[in-house]
């Protein structure tokens, strides 16, 4: 399974962007996927997970209110919709395949992981 993470860049406080993670190769769409973030010399930690289906979906305490994960299991394919960004969210942004069809807040739930994708925000 091969991940591709997109839609990083540099934005102000308060606005907003849309991360898009596509997966491909040997990808079920029967899995839960997710996005983590990494600040510099940190563990890379959860942000969001969906369900197999979209029926679910969890959020770090942090984002809740302003993130939104959704999934098109028609394109393989993940987002990460960030709204109201604060300069406390600037981290590389990471996607995951998890080994279920939900997914939790653990890393070591999720066996497949993209590449990272970076998100600056501007104070």
């Known amino acids: 399974v091969q991940l591709q993470a997109y839609g990083g860049g540099l934005v102000q406080a308060g606005g907003s962007l849309r991360l898009s993670c596509t997966a491909s190769?040997?990808?079920?769409?029967?899995?839960?996927m997710g996005w983590f973030r990494q600040y510099p010399g940190k563990e890379r930690e959860f942000v969001a997970t969906?369900?197999?289906?979209?029926?679910?979906?969890y959020y770090t305490d942090s984002v809740k209110g302003r993130f939104t994960i959704s999934r098109d299991n028609a394109k393989n394919t993940v987002y990460l919709q960030m709204n109201s960004l604060k300069p406390e969210d600037t981290a590389v942004y990471f996607c995951a395949v998890a080994r279920r069809a939900i997914g939790g807040s653990a890393s070591t739930e999720y066996n497949y992981w993209g590449q990272g994708t970076l998100v600056t925000v501007s104070s």
């Open positions: 190769g040997r990808f079920s769409s029967n899995n839960a």
């Open positions: 969906i369900s197999w289906n979209g029926g679910r979906t």
